[in-house]
Nanobody
Framework: QVQLVESGGGLVQAGCSLR??????????VGWFRQAPGKEREFVAA????????YSEDSTKGRFTISRDNAKSTVYLQMNSLKPENTAVYYC??????????????????WGQGTQVTVSS
């Protein structure tokens, strides 16, 4: 059984940075998704086992960076210049097709419990 554990969320002011971690993900392709209150879950970024990455086309592109340290079995999401609209629960997800960087949540096999990110204005 794969167990993914997210950490690094919190309450920050607009313009600040956070780095989210997803432990337990070292053997899989990983995606980060987020869900804001009253909204559907949406794709943020994904990384395959080689480190190839894909990002959403919204305003997070250029401010968010996904990376991984396979030796530590951890994937990271560095989030810079945070905005209030980035407030959401952020989830990491893993899939066994390790060379893919899917934007589609249904293609992921395992999910973490989520970590809350709140950005105040």
């Amino acid at each position: 059984q794969v167990q993914l554990v997210e950490s690094g969320g919190g309450l920050v002011q607009a313009g600040c940075s956070l780095r989210l971690s997803c432990a337990g993900s070292g053997r899989y392709a990983v995606g980060w998704f987020r869900q804001a209150p009253g909204k559907e879950r949406e794709f943020v970024a994904a990384i395959n086992l080689r480190g190839g990455s894909t990002y959403s086309e919204d305003s997070t592109k250029g401010r968010f960076t996904i990376s991984r340290d396979n030796a530590k079995s951890t994937v990271y999401l560095q989030m810079n210049s945070l905005k209030p609209e980035n407030t959401a629960v952020y989830y990491c997800a893993a899939e066994t097709n390790v060379w893919r960087t899917s934007r589609l949540s249904h293609e992921y096999d395992y999910w973490g419990q989520g970590t809350q990110v709140t950005v105040s204005s």
